[in-house]
C-alpha cells in the first residue's frame, strides 16, 4: 500500500465507524495490556503501533503505562492520532512511516510491536509482507513480541460484490450510516474495498463520502509461514483477545 488517500481523507470520520469509540479505545488497550503481559512485555515497556491510525491502541496502551511510538504512512491519520493523544494527555511518539520501513525510524531495541485493524494485508504481496515482518523482527529486543491483528480471510467466502454494514449512527443530531463494499478479483486473493459514510443532518440533508483502499486476503496460516521465515519464534494464533484473529510471535531471548 502506497497511497495513503483513504485514510487520509477518512481521518476525521474514522471514529464513526465505531458504535462506541471511547469504549473501542478502553475496551482494545486493556485487551492488549493482558495479551502484552502474559508475553512478557509489562506496563513501562517500550511498545511501537506500526499502523496506529487515528489511535485507537495507542491510547489504550499509553493509558495503561506502556511507553509507546507509533506510526502511519497516512499523515492525516497520524495527525489526527497525535490531537487525539493530546486532548487526554496521553503520550506517544507519533510519525509518518512506512511499517515497512522501522529499522529506519526506530534507533534503539523495543519490547513489542503492534499492528492492529487488518493493517498488514495492506501490503499485497507476500514479499512485502515478508519485509514488514523482517523490520519488525529487527526492531525488537531478545524475548520481544509482535502482536498483529488481521482477518481470518481462510473463512470468508467470496462473494462480489460483499457488504459489510458498520450500523447506523447517531450524533450530535446526526445519523450516520457507514458500509463496506467489497469487490474480489478473479482469483479471490486480492480485492478492492470501499467504504461508504452517509451523514444526515436534522433537516434531512444528506451527504455521502467513499473511500478506497485494497487489500490482500493472505491466510493467517500464511502470515504464520511469513513469520517464521522473518525469524520470529513461537507464532501462534490467539481467538477471542479482539474482535479479530490475533497472531502473536516472539524474539529468542
Known amino acids: 500500500m502506497t497511497d495513503t488517500t483513504c485514510y487520509d481523507a477518512l481521518a476525521a470520520r474514522y471514529h464513526l465507524l465505531y458504535a462506541d469509540w471511547e469504549w473501542s479505545i478502553a475496551r482494545q488497550g486493556a485487551a492488549l495490556a493482558g495479551l502484552l503481559g ?14 496506529c491510525g487515528i489511535g485507537t491502541q495507542t491510547i489504550g ?36 512511516a512506512d511499517m515497512r520501513a522501522l529499522p529506519v525510524l526506530l534507533r534503539e531495541p523495543i519490547d513489542a510491536v503492534i499492528a492492529c485493524d487488518n493493517a498488514v494485508p495492506h501490503l499485497l504481496t507476500d514479499d512485502e509482507i515478508l519485509k514488514a515482518f523482517r523490520g ?5 529486543r531478545p524475548g520481544g513480541a509482535l502482536v498483529v491483528s488481521v482477518r481470518d480471510y481462510a473463512a470468508m467466502a467470496r462473494q462480489d460484490p460483499d457488504v459489510h454494514p458498520y450500523g447506523l449512527r447517531r450524533v450530535d443530531g446526526r445519523r450516520v450510516l457507514a458500509v463496506q463494499v467489497w469487490e474480489w478479483d478473479d482469483d479471490g486473493r486480492r480485492y478492492d474495498v470501499r467504504i461508504y459514510v452517509t451523514e444526515e443532518e436534522a ?51
Do not use: K, M, N, W
Open 38 to 51: 502474559e508475553l512478557g512485555v509489562c506496563a513501562g515497556a517500550r511498545v511501537h503501533d506500526a499502523a
Open 61 to 96: 496502551l499509553a493509558q495503561r503505562g506502556y511507553r509507546l511510538s507509533a506510526s502511519d504512512l497516512s499523515p492525516g491519520a497520524a495527525a489526527r492520532a497525535r490531537d487525539e493523544l493530546a486532548r487526554r494527555g496521553a503520550t506517544a511518539d507519533v510519525r509518518v
Open 136 to 140: 519488525f523482527r529487527a526492531v525488537l
Open 203 to 253: 433537516d434531512g440533508l444528506c451527504t455521502t463520502t467513499v473511500h478506497r483502499s485494497r487489500y490482500y486476503a493472505v491466510s493467517i496460516a500464511r502470515l504464520t509461514e511469513l513469520a517464521l521465515q522473518a525469524g520470529f519464534r513461537r507464532v501462534e494464533r490467539r481467538d477471542g483477545v479482539l474482535f479479530q484473529p490475533v497472531l502473536v510471535a516472539s524474539v529468542e531471548s
